[in-house]
């Protein structure tokens, strides 16, 4: 073995070859390009030198037979003894693999992978080496840019604060901690790692066996998202977005699982309260549609039936009265028709008898036919309906397109007026579109107390799950589109 002494001088005569190559053989190997083989002498002189050796290595033949082999090493490697060393454990087991760094004529480096072969003839005697270099400096290249992305990775894993991601082994144990995990669960990585992860899962979960079923669900189908509740160290909940990856090797072999949790509790919560308080606005809206509903009624089948009967009474009075007492319960009669007609026009805005009787698109089109002067106002009505929306979701219809309208009457200086009414996605579609004097671009809120009323039509839509839209183009018109869907209104919970 090699002492690590500076490697003795050598000289430089060329011994004749061991045995010549049949042609054949010779040619192969010279015309090699790929692979730079050539021969040395028992003490490491270049004795034969291929095409491939020359385009590696940079040397023609006449300029390298003869030179020690060493020549081809750093200069570290050469002081180290690197070169002798590689024969003599050559010539002891045989062979030697190696790889590293080598030099070009041009003193450039390139990453080489050496096979050196200790030749022996039929006597056992030593007769020089065969030496088989590759250039793998592309291939090095490539794997430490790979090795760098790997370690640029695992930093960044490591390092994310936001996601809990750590994996599994094969059987459910945590097997690496991110920063992010410490931070979600509450765990150090020495606290976790080697522990299953059914640590995260509250009792009733770990009792009904969850965890094992989410990493069969993960390996069955390649991955397993879930949201639900999760244990810290400190034995606090919190809300969970989990994914699960079921990690398998080229072969098809599970290899462990991939595991990334967010903390979504502060978003539930606020998903919460908004669904809470759009519940109770559902609701109160509802209780709001029942007590005009109510108040129609009662004025229709009261008050109106009333004074339509005081109305008969009049006339039959002025019927058998003198002319001079007849006309003054003429007029009479002539107010309290007049006072009919408004309450009947009271009726109709707080609940239309007809969205009752006949559905939405007889309501809609008794209003235009009333609400809007033919005469000032062109307008119609598209009906594209596949089915009828619930009574709520009409009635929250209506009450938008009558807003909509009382608008374009108002304020649009518009000649004519379209509403349009299609099933959409398991909900209702409207558009509203007339030609007067538009918005300039969206109207996504008007200020407080403006006429247009977005705010109002806006509410409706939303408080029903739905959206509204306002756009328009000065002098182009106006268009007021909203969708709600076709759904009941959710019950109030229970008080615990």
């Not at 007769?127 to 291939?139: A, P």
């Given at each position: 073995?090699?002492?690590?002494?500076?490697?003795?001088?050598?000289?430089?005569?060329?011994p004749?070859?061991?045995?010549?190559?049949?042609?054949?053989?010779?040619?192969?190997?010279?015309?090699?390009l790929?692979?730079?083989?050539f021969?040395?002498?028992?003490?490491?002189?270049?004795?034969?030198?291929?095409?491939?050796?020359?385009?590696?290595?940079?040397y023609?033949a006449?300029?390298?037979?003869?030179?020690h082999?060493?020549?081809?090493?750093?200069?570290?490697?050469?002081?180290?003894?690197?070169?002798?060393?590689?024969?003599?454990?050559?010539?002891?087991?045989?062979r030697?693999?190696d790889?590293?760094?080598?030099?070009?004529?041009?003193?450039?480096?390139?990453?080489?992978n050496?096979?050196?072969?200790?030749?022996?003839?039929?006597?056992?005697?030593?007769?020089?080496?065969?030496?088989?270099?590759?250039?793998?400096?592309?291939?090095?290249?490539?794997?430490?840019?790979?090795?760098?992305?790997?370690?640029?990775f695992?930093?960044?894993v490591q390092?994310?604060?936001?996601?809990?991601?750590?994996?599994?082994?094969?059987?459910?144990?945590?097997?690496?901690?991110?920063?992010?995990?410490?931070?979600?669960?509450?765990?150090?990585?020495?606290?976790?790692?080697?522990?299953?992860?059914s640590?995260?899962?509250p009792?009733?979960?770990?009792?009904?066996?969850?965890?094992?079923?989410?990493?069969?669900?993960?390996?069955?189908?390649?991955?397993?998202e879930?949201?639900?509740?999760r244990i810290?160290?400190?034995?606090s909940?919190?809300?969970?977005n989990?994914?699960?990856?079921?990690?398998?090797?080229?072969?098809?072999e599970?290899?462990?699982?991939?595991?990334?949790?967010?903390?979504?509790?502060?978003?539930?919560?606020?998903?919460?309260?908004?669904?809470?308080?759009?519940?109770?606005?559902?609701?109160?809206v509802?209780?709001?549609?029942?007590?005009r509903?109510?108040?129609?009624w009662?004025?229709?089948?009261?008050?109106?039936q009333?004074?339509?009967?005081?109305?008969?009474?009049?006339?039959?009075?002025?019927?058998?009265?003198?002319?001079?007492?007849?006309?003054?319960?003429?007029?009479?009669?002539?107010?309290?028709?007049?006072?009919?007609?408004?309450?009947?026009n009271?009726?109709?805005?707080?609940?239309?008898?007809?969205?009752?009787?006949?559905?939405?698109?007889?309501?809609l089109?008794?209003y235009?036919?009333?609400?809007?002067?033919?005469s000032?106002?062109?307008?119609?009505?598209?009906?594209?309906?596949h089915?009828?929306?619930?009574?709520?979701?009409?009635?929250?219809?209506?009450?938008?397109?009558?807003?909509?309208l009382?608008n374009?009457?108002?304020?649009?200086?518009?000649?004519?007026?379209?509403?349009?009414?299609?099933?959409v996605?398991?909900?209702?579609?409207?558009?509203?579109?007339?030609?007067?004097v538009?918005?300039?671009?969206?109207v996504?809120?008007?200020?407080?107390?403006?006429h247009?009323?977005?705010?109002?039509?806006?509410?409706?839509a939303?408080?029903?799950?739905?959206?509204?839209?306002?756009?328009?183009?000065?002098?182009?018109?106006?268009?007021?589109?909203?969708?709600?869907?076709?759904?009941?209104?959710?019950?109030?919970?229970?008080?615990?």
């Amino acid at each position: 073995m090699h002492d690590g002494s500076t490697p003795q001088r050598h000289d430089r005569r060329i011994p004749p070859p061991v045995r010549p190559p049949d042609t054949a053989l010779r040619l192969l190997v010279q015309n090699v390009l790929d692979y730079g083989i050539f021969m040395l002498d028992t003490r490491g002189y270049v004795v034969t030198w291929n095409a491939g050796a020359e385009r590696i290595k940079g040397y023609r033949a006449d300029e390298i037979v003869g030179r020690h082999f060493s020549t081809f090493y750093p200069a570290e490697d050469v002081a180290a003894g690197k070169p002798d060393w590689e024969l003599e454990v050559a010539v002891a087991e045989g062979r030697l693999e190696d790889e590293g760094w080598r030099i070009r004529k041009d003193g450039s480096r390139f990453w080489a992978n050496v096979v050196i072969t200790a030749l022996f003839d039929e006597t056992g005697e030593l007769r020089g080496f065969g030496k088989v270099t590759r250039d793998l400096t592309e291939r090095r290249m490539a794997e430490e840019r790979l090795r760098e992305s790997e370690e640029r990775f695992r930093l960044l894993v490591q390092n994310v604060l936001d996601y809990g991601i750590f994996m599994l082994d094969t059987r459910g144990y945590v097997a690496s901690w991110n920063a992010g995990a410490e931070r979600i669960k509450g765990y150090r990585a020495d606290e976790i790692v080697g522990r299953h992860f059914s640590t995260f899962y509250p009792a009733e979960d770990v009792a009904a066996g969850k965890p094992d079923w989410e990493l069969e669900v993960a390996v069955a189908e390649g991955r397993l998202e879930d949201e639900g509740w999760r244990i810290r160290k400190d034995g606090s909940r919190f809300w969970a977005n989990v994914v699960i990856t079921a990690l398998f090797d080229e072969t098809g072999e599970l290899r462990g699982f991939g595991k990334v949790t967010r903390d979504l509790t502060e978003r539930r919560m606020a998903e919460q309260a908004l669904s809470e308080g759009r519940r109770l606005l559902s609701h109160l809206v509802e209780v709001q549609e029942m007590e005009r509903r109510r108040i129609a009624w009662d004025v229709h089948d009261d008050s109106i039936q009333s004074m339509v009967a005081v109305g008969m009474r009049l006339q039959l009075l002025a019927s058998q009265l003198p002319e001079e007492h007849a006309t003054a319960l003429r007029q009479l009669d002539e107010s309290i028709r007049d006072t009919i007609g408004r309450l009947r026009n009271l009726v109709f805005r707080l609940r239309p008898p007809v969205i009752d009787e006949h559905g939405l698109i007889a309501a809609l089109s008794s209003y235009m036919a009333e609400a809007l002067p033919a005469s000032r106002l062109s307008h119609s009505l598209r009906d594209e309906l596949h089915e009828e929306p619930r009574p709520e979701t009409a009635v929250t219809i209506f009450r938008i397109c009558q807003e909509a309208l009382v608008n374009v009457l108002k304020h649009a200086r518009a000649s004519a007026v379209e509403v349009s009414v299609r099933t959409v996605d398991n909900g209702t579609l409207v558009r509203v579109v007339d030609n007067g004097v538009g918005v300039d671009g969206p109207v996504t809120r008007q200020p407080g107390g403006d006429h247009f009323g977005v705010l109002e039509m806006r509410e409706r839509a939303e408080i029903a799950g739905g959206w509204w839209a306002m756009t328009g183009e000065p002098g182009r018109g106006t268009t007021v589109e909203f969708w709600l869907p076709n759904l009941p209104i959710l019950p109030l919970p229970e008080r615990p």
